[in-house]
Every structure is written in C-alpha cells, then in structure tokens.
C-alpha cells in the first residue's frame, strides 16, 4: 500500500476520514449495506445503463469496498476504483480476486489528486453514498473528475443533501427538535463510526451545480429518500412494510420535481462534460 505517501499533505488534512473508513472496512458491506442501500445502488446502476454503453469505462471514486465497481465490472463496464482507504482498497482487491474479476483496477488515491496515478479518459465518473460529503470545497474533486473524463463523458454523483425531511419528521414525531435540522449547522460530526468522527459538510444540489458549472452542463436530478424510510431506517421498513410502499409510490413522480429534488437522504445528479476543455498538469 505505497500509492499514498505518508507525508503528502492531502493525507493530513483527511485523516479523521481515512482513520474512520479503515476502522470499519472489515465490516463495512456487513454492517451498513442493507435492502435500502441495494435498492438505491440498482437504482443507480440502471440509470448509469441510459447514459453510457456497455464496454464504456467507468471511474468510481471513493468506492470503498468495491461494491459498486464490482457490479458493473460484471455488467460489462471497464472499471476502476479509487478510495483514501487502504484498508477499504484491500478488501475491495480481495472481493475482486475472489469474484474472478482481476481485471478490474483499485488504486488508493483521494478524489483531489485521481490525476497522479491515472490518465486514461474514462467515459463515467461515479461518486456513491456521499464520498463528496467528506470535502468542504468540492471544487479541486470536481477538476480532478473532469480532468479525466472524455468529452460529453458524464458525471453521476449521489450526495447528502443539508435537509432530510425523513429525518425532520421522524424527529418532530418523537418531539425531539433540535436534531431535526442537525445538517444545517456548522462542524457536523459522522455517525456509525464509532470512536472516529471526521467533519461532514452537507451540500445543497445549487452548491454542486455551482461548482460544477465551469466543467460541465447539468443534465438531472432526483432526491433520494425523501419521505421513504432511508438506509438507517431499516427498522421502519420492516415494522410497515405496507406504508413503505405508500410512501414510495407518493415520493417517486415528485422526486425529479424543481426544488423538491434538491431534498432527500441523499439525491442523485448527472451532468455533461463541457467538450472545449483544457488542463495545464496535475492540479496541486
């Protein structure tokens, strides 16, 4: 594990999040991946076959333990994954090797500086489960994702947004105020890592739009979990599995809606790389 050098100054700054991600790698895909989060990523995985073709090369950045590069290396895609977890790459290697799957590639490498260890145009960049959330400038990620994307190529990303209407009114129910809007305040620590919180930075689907905008054209959005039981609530989901579907079948025609779309446990947003671009180097 020499692709991060231990001195490299992206290291310091991030080390609350690699402390956090390597302690719970060995138990990641056992203790947070559950019917919700599958549903969410096939979700993903068929909007990620309208914008690109089989064969198509796919960067997942921040892939964790490969459960998304994985999926699609079956399905055909030409993968690559990259995380700031060694120990998260290590487990998503040994996943690969044992699904038969060696072809698919694992680099250890932040999302600010893909470009020192890859050049090859990728046709996808995926961004799952609010790996973005880890940064309060998305701007360095977003030029470093473009760098390496072809022209047109597209960006799909899934990130938290700072409201929650599942978590406001779960919270009103129980007359529990303050946590209600806990995403818009200031310094916001992880939960589910016990013993190793690392800053969370909520950011609204206009934030990622602005950012994003000198590199790309937005092309959608859609607002994940809304007002559907989301990935910690897996115990609503089981107790009323009758309303569950209620819920769902209210949330899914308004979830692309203006301003609606903006607000869920999570959204998903794609966009177009800008052809006309030009990099200078590797970005510091």
Same mark, same amino acid.
């Given at each position: ?6 001195? %490299? ?13 390597? !302690? ?44 998304? $590069?994985? %999926?699609?290396?079956?399905? *055909? ?19 690969? !090797?044992?699904?038969?799957? /060696?072809? @698919?590639?694992?680099? @250890? ?26 940064? $309060? ?8 994702? !473009? ?6 190529? !597209?960006?799909?990303? @899934? ?5 929650? /209407? ?12 303050? +946590?209600?809007?806990?995403?818009? *305040? ?34 959608? $959005? ?6 559907? +039981?989301?990935? %910690? ?48 180097? /590797?970005?510091?």
């Amino acid at each position: 594990m020499n692709e991060i050098k231990p001195k %490299h100054p992206l290291l310091s700054r991030h080390r609350p999040v690699l402390d956090a991600f390597n !302690a719970v790698a060995d138990r990641f895909d056992e203790s947070y991946e559950n019917a919700i989060t599958r549903a969410i990523r096939d979700r993903l995985y068929d909007e990620i076959s309208h914008l690109i073709t089989a064969g198509s090369r796919v960067l997942d950045i921040n892939c964790g333990t490969g459960i998304d $590069a994985l %999926h699609l290396a079956r399905r *055909g895609y030409k993968v690559t994954g990259c995380d700031l977890s060694p120990n998260m790459i290590l487990r998503a290697r040994e996943k690969a !090797a044992a699904a038969g799957l /060696p072809d @698919v590639k694992f680099h @250890v490498v932040s999302f600010e500086e893909l470009d020192r260890v890859l050049s090859t145009p990728f046709d996808l960049v995926l961004s799952n489960f609010g790996g973005l959330n880890c940064v $309060a400038d998305l701007r360095p990620a977003v030029r470093q994702v !473009a760098s390496l994307l072809k022209p047109c190529g !597209a960006f799909l990303a @899934v990130v938290m947004p700072p409201l929650s /209407p599942w978590d406001v009114i779960a919270s009103f129910s129980r007359g529990r105020f303050r +946590p209600a809007f806990f995403r818009l *305040g200031d310094n916001v620590q992880a939960t589910g890592f016990p013993g190793k919180p690392f800053t969370v930075y909520y950011h609204s689907l206009k934030t990622l739009r602005r950012s994003c905008h000198e590199y790309f054209f937005f092309s959608h $959005a859609r607002g994940l979990n809304i007002i559907t +039981p989301p990935p %910690h609530a897996t115990s609503f989901s089981g107790r009323f599995p009758r309303l569950r579907s209620v819920l769902e079948s209210i949330e899914r025609p308004l979830a692309s809606l203006p301003i609606i779309r903006s607000f869920g446990d999570h959204y998903v947003a794609a966009f177009r790389r800008r052809e006309s671009l030009i990099f200078h180097g /590797p970005s510091s």
